[in-house]
C-alpha cells in the first residue's frame, strides 16, 4: 500500500536539456509535497517544496507542479547539470504528520 | 555544526545477531526520526521521537525492532535477532521542528545480514 510511488527508477538525460520526474500519492489528504536529493554515500537533502493551495513552485532551475485532480506531482530541472546526477525522493505529509517517501527515481546527467 | 552523526556506516552480521545502530542529532533539534531505505519501498518511518519521548512507531516492522532516546543527544534501533531481508540502509534524521524543510538527514548506516 504505497501511498507515494515514483514509477520510473531511472531516468538518463543529456546535459542541457530537461529532467522531469515523477511522482504520484494516492492518499486525498497529503497538503504538503517535497522533494529531496541525495547523493551517493550522504543523506537526503530538502530540495523544494509545494503546499496544495498552490500548484507551482519555482526555484532557480528546479520547479514543482502539482495537479491535485490526478494526484500527480512533477519536478522540473532547466537546464539539466552533471552536478543534478542522483537519486530524488518525492514525499507527501497529510498535516504536518509524518513525511511519507516514495521509491525514489536514479537519474543520470549524461554529458 | 557536523550535522546528524550515525555509526557505524557499514555493519556486516550474521543472522541471530543483535545490531544495534546509533544516531546523534543535530544540538536543539527535537525531533529525531528513524527511517529505513530499500529499492521496493524507498524510504520508509520507522519511528520518531519529540524531546526524546516516542510518538509514532507504527512503521515499526515488528518486535524484533527497538529505539531509545535515552537523552536529547543519542537514539539507538536495535535489531535482535536479525534476519537476512534487514538489510537495507538506516538513517536517523533530525529536525527542530515540524517543517519537513529543515530535515536533516545523516550519511545512514549500510546494514547487511548474512
Known amino acids: 500500500d504505497q501511498q507515494v510511488k515514483q514509477n520510473s527508477p531511472s531516468l538518463s538525460v543529456q546535459e542541457g536539456r530537461i529532467s522531469i520526474l515523477n511522482c504520484d500519492y494516492t492518499n486525498s489528504m497529503f497538503d504538503y509535497f517535497l522533494w529531496y536529493k541525495k547523493y551517493p554515500a550522504e543523506g537526503p537533502t530538502f530540495l523544494i517544496s509545494i503546499s496544495s493551495i498552490k500548484d507551482k513552485n519555482e526555484d532557480g532551475r528546479f520547479t514543482v507542479f502539482l495537479n491535485k485532480s490526478a494526484k500527480h506531482l512533477s519536478l522540473h530541472i532547466v537546464p539539466s547539470q552533471p552536478g543534478d546526477s542522483a537519486v530524488y525522493f518525492c514525499a507527501a505529509s497529510e498535516g504536518a504528520q509524518k513525511l511519507v517517501f516514495g521509491q525514489g527515481t536514479r537519474l543520470t546527467i549524461n554529458p | 555544526d557536523a550535522g546528524v552523526i550515525q555509526s557505524p556506516r557499514h555493519e556486516v552480521t550474521e543472522m541471530g545477531q543483535e545490531v544495534t545502530l546509533r544516531c546523534k542529532p543535530i544540538?536543539?533539534?527535537?525531533?529525531l526520526f528513524w527511517y529505513r531505505q530499500t529499492m521496493m519501498r524507498g524510504l520508509e518511518l520507522l519511528i520518531y521521537?519529540?524531546?526524546?519521548?516516542?510518538?509514532?512507531d507504527s512503521g515499526m516492522p515488528e518486535d524484533r525492532f527497538s529505539a531509545k532516546m535515552p537523552n536529547a543527544s543519542f537514539s539507538t534501533l536495535k535489531i535482535q535477532p536479525s534476519e537476512p531481508r534487514d538489510s537495507a540502509v538506516y538513517f536517523c534524521?533530525?529536525?527542530?521542528?515540524?517543517?519537513?524543510?529543515?530535515?536533516?538527514f545523516g550519511s545512514g548506516t549500510q546494514l547487511s545480514v548474512l
Open positions: 544540538s536543539g533539534h527535537d525531533y
Open positions: 534524521a533530525s529536525s527542530p521542528g515540524t517543517g519537513y524543510e529543515k530535515l536533516f
Open positions: 521521537f519529540n524531546n526524546n519521548v516516542p510518538i509514532d
